[in-house]
Structure formats: C-alpha cells, structure tokens
C-alpha cells in the first residue's frame, strides 16, 4: 500500500486534508514515523486512527443535551415500532413470543423515552419533537424495503434486531463525549440503556435462532442474513482494538483467535451522523 | 493455580511475545494503553494467592476490568473443561462462545496493560458444583450479572475517551451474554427486574467496593481498591 497515493486521493475530495493533519512536512514526518515503529500489517489501522483524529476535528463536539435528544429520538423509534408491533395481539406476534420477549422490550422502551424526557427537562432542555416514522423504511411512503414490517412476524423480528443491534452502537458511539465528573449521572444513565439495548438485542437474536452477540466475517458484519441492513452492522468486522489485532492473542488452550471471536467478543460504535444517515430518509420520515 | 492456567496452554508467553513484537512496546504511540510512564501501584508479591490492588487512574478501572475477566475466564474454561450433565449440544457451543469471548477480554487486557496489568488471579470456586446445570448457570448469571453492572458503575470514573469506547465495546457484549443465560435459566428473564429496573428500565450499575465484595467470594487471590474505598 503507498501512503503518499491515499493522502493523494483524500487530497482530491478534501484539499483540505494537509491542514487537518498539521502541516504537510508533519503529516510525511508523522507517517515515517509511524513507518519505523510500526509492523507492516499494522499500518493500515495507523494511518485509519490519524485520519480519523483529523476529521473528528472538524466536527463540535455534541452537548450533553444534544446527546440525550438524539438518544430520546431512537428511543421514539423504538417504542413507536414496539408499540405498534403490541397494537397487532396475536395477529402478529405469537402469544408466548409476546410475554416472553416482547412485552418487557416494549415497557423498556417505553420507559426510556420517558425517562430521557424527564432528564431533559431536569437539565434545562426542551424535548425534541417526536418525528414523523415510517416503520417500512419507506420516508414516508408507506411502502419502503420491511413494507410488511406490521404484517408479517418475521419482518417484524429483523428490524426489531438491527434496531436493537444499531441502538446498542449508537449509545456506545457517544459514550467518548460524556467523561468526566460532571457527565457521570448522565453517561451512567446512557450506559445503563446501553446495557439494556444489548439485553434485548441478545433476546432478539435468540429468537432468531443467530448467535446472541454479532459474529462477522472478515470482510462482512453484518451476520443477519437481510442485506439491506448492511449499513446497520457495517464496522462490526473490525479486528482491531486499542491499536491491537486481536486475532493475533492467544485463544483458548493457547490456540488462535478466530475473526468470529474477535468480532464477537466486541461490538463496535456508530457515530451520530452514521446513525442518522442509516435511519433518516427511510424510517424517520424527511 | 493461577486462571489462565486452567487452559493448559502449551506455551503462555508466546502470545505475549507475539504482541510485543506485533505492536512494538518500544514504540510509545501505537499500543492504545502503552503510552503513560508505567507507574505502580500495585503490591509485587507473586505468591499466587497474594492479594493485589487495582491502582488509581484510568489504569485502575481497566485492571478492574481485567481481574474481572480474568475470573470469567476460568470460570468458563472449567465449564468447557468439566461440562455438566445433560449439557445440550447447543449450550455447549454458546457456552464455549462465550469462554472464547471472555479469554479474549482477558487477553486483551493483559497485552493492552503490558507492564501495568495486576498479575494472573488464583480462582476459587469451591462453591460452584460444575456437574450441575443449575449450579454452573447460576454462578454463569452472577458473573455476567455482575460484570455488565460493574463496567456500567465504574464508567465515569475513565477519563480517556478510547478507553472509554473499548468499555464500552466489552460491556454490551457482556450484556448478550446475560441475557442468553438468563433466558436459558428462565425464558423471558433476560432483563429481569432484579437487574433492570422497572420504572426507567435502566441496568443496575454498581460501585466498585460492592463489585469486588461479591468478587472476592470467588478468588483465592483477593482484589483490592483502596483508591475507591475498598480493602479486602
């Protein structure tokens, strides 16, 4: 791979890209730099995070209140979805299904649309306004890619997952914007949902008959069998942590760590802006 | 014997090496956590049941997450190693998942920490019967139980932003991992009332001196935090 060429090609569609990596001596400097000390195969994921630092620069970091209305908007989702899902009884999801799985998931929804409300306004903020929904994915129109999403169960279950799945990444995505003494109630309170989203998304997944925890390929992460929701899990095959391939530490009896283990055993975040360019436009009506 | 052990690796360090070469511990800016000036805190005495202490900081938090995945770990591996009775065929590939999935946390941890890790802990599980379903999947709900709400209470108290996300990569899964066998233990208990609350639906989170009181009942080798109030 030639560093210089991908800077090159940034450069295309952002001549800006030697300003937000410093200078341009720095930028070569850096990545002689990270040449010399860095295994060939780690490389890639070097020049990943300095791209990544530079553009998470050039947007502000969200406020606290930012942060809870976007969490309050899924959350909207979610309930509408469940809700309207429970309004159809046995017509569409089997009794034992209901009381079993889905009535606490619904509740649980609920209460967290009322409980994100309630801490908005107890910071001063105002509630954002409950969007317009298309549960077909459709913006709109009623008759997008899950048109039978209320109709027929399976529907139902597959994007009751990848809403699941998508909500537990979004949570995690802002977790970074809320250290510090002065966030804990609020990030305490935004991982305590977390934990709760990846408690139904495991539920979910069982049902489904997949593995309860997101078990990507190299090249694929999305493991749910519905291409559409591609975008949904896409970034769950990733390998690397902390600068780390994971697959290269020791597995179980001193063998190998499969990609399954290693993409399993961590799931990835979505930033707000992934996150809404998956759900706006298509199921939160634009 | 110390958790890792358990495994019966044939050669323990060559993980270890494999990162150090993989990674370059000499290089400072490319391993995520190897980048402070190591600074101990922590008691150097390796007997294998000697107590240890976590530490203060950032690295505090994260070998509290290591000693919990150190004692997930081998719990696991015991499972693996000495299924129980009338184990099905399909708990038993979840179940070895889930080891998998914890080995990993642990090592990740281990190579992540490099000179600032707490040692290898010596388990004690004299209280869990692991010929029995009923007995290991108990034991199974505590630890995951207590995990999720171990790293949703300590958070906040991470300073770094990435160390922050890597938390938070690990948690959710732990969370998959409760709600499956809690579900096998009693379908539809996945967010039971005993660790999801039922007016904001929120996950318990819990402090870390409580974490580690209910820890320390299944280590030999007890976990301290002085730094936030707690001795064993």
């Given amino acids: ?286 | 014997m110390k958790t890792e052990e358990l495994e019966k690796v044939g050669n323990a360090n060559m993980a270890r090496r494999s990162f150090l070469r993989y990674a370059g511990v000499g290089a400072a800016s490319v391993g995520l956590l190897a980048t402070a000036a190591c600074h101990k805190n922590y008691y150097h005495d390796y007997s294998p049941t000697a107590g240890v202490d976590i530490g203060s900081g950032d690295y505090g938090i994260l070998n509290y997450a290591y000693a919990l995945e150190q004692l997930e770990a081998a719990f696991y591996t015991q499972v693996i190693l000495t299924p129980y009775s009338g184990i099905s065929d399909s708990e038993r590939t979840l179940l070895t998942e889930i080891r998998d999935h914890e080995i990993l946390h642990r090592e990740f941890f281990k190579a992540a920490l490099g000179p600032n890790a707490i040692k290898g802990l010596t388990p004690d599980f004299s209280k869990i019967d692991f010929s029995q379903r009923s007995s290991v999947l108990g034991a199974a709900m505590a630890f995951e139980d207590l995990g999720v709400q171990a790293y949703d209470g300590a958070g906040y108290l991470i300073s770094n932003p990435d160390y922050l996300t890597i938390a938070g990569k690990i948690v959710s899964v732990e969370a998959r991992h409760a709600a499956l066998i809690r579900n096998l233990i009693a379908p539809g208990s996945f967010a039971g009332s005993d660790v999801v609350d039922t007016t904001n639906s929120l996950n318990t989170a819990t402090e870390i001196k409580n974490v580690l009181a209910i820890a320390n009942t299944y280590l030999k080798s007890k976990v301290s935090a002085k730094n936030y109030g707690y001795t064993a």
């Fill in chain 1, 1 to 286: 791979m030639n560093l210089f060429n991908i800077i090159e090609e940034v450069e295309k569609v952002d001549p800006e890209v030697y300003g937000r990596l410093s200078d341009r001596r720095s930028v070569i400097k850096n990545i002689t730099s990270f040449g010399t000390k860095v295994a060939a195969a780690a490389l890639p994921f070097a020049v990943g995070t300095m791209f990544q630092k530079a553009y998470a620069q050039s947007g502000a970091k969200p406020t606290v209140l930012e942060i809870l209305n976007y969490a309050l908007t899924l959350e909207y989702l979610e309930s509408t979805f469940y809700n309207a899902g429970s309004a159809k009884g046995t017509a569409l999801i089997p009794a034992q299904a209901a009381s079993y799985y889905f009535n606490q998931v619904t509740k649980d929804e609920n209460n967290h649309v009322a409980f994100l409300t309630t801490v908005i306004k107890s910071l001063g903020g105002t509630p954002t306004a409950v969007p317009t929904f298309d549960l077909t994915a459709g913006n709109g129109s009623g008759n997008g890619p899950f048109k039978d999403v209320l109709t027929n169960y399976q529907t139902f279950l597959a994007v009751a997952q990848a809403f699941e799945d998508t909500g537990v990444r979004a949570y995690k995505g802002q977790a970074q914007y809320l250290t510090g003494e002065s966030n804990r109630v609020v990030l305490t309170a935004a991982l305590s949902i977390h934990a709760v989203e990846a408690r139904h998304a495991s539920a979910i997944r069982q049902i489904r008959g997949l593995t309860p925890w997101i078990t990507s390929t190299a090249t694929l992460g999305n493991d749910t069998g519905i291409a559409l929701v591609n975008g949904n899990y896409d970034g769950e095959q990733n390998v690397i942590q902390g600068g780390v391939d994971v697959t290269t530490l020791k597995g179980a009896n001193g063998g190998a760590t499969s990609v399954a283990t290693a993409t399993a055993a961590f799931d990835e975040p979505l930033s707000m802006s992934q996150v809404l360019a998956l759900l706006v436009g298509s199921f939160i009506v634009h």
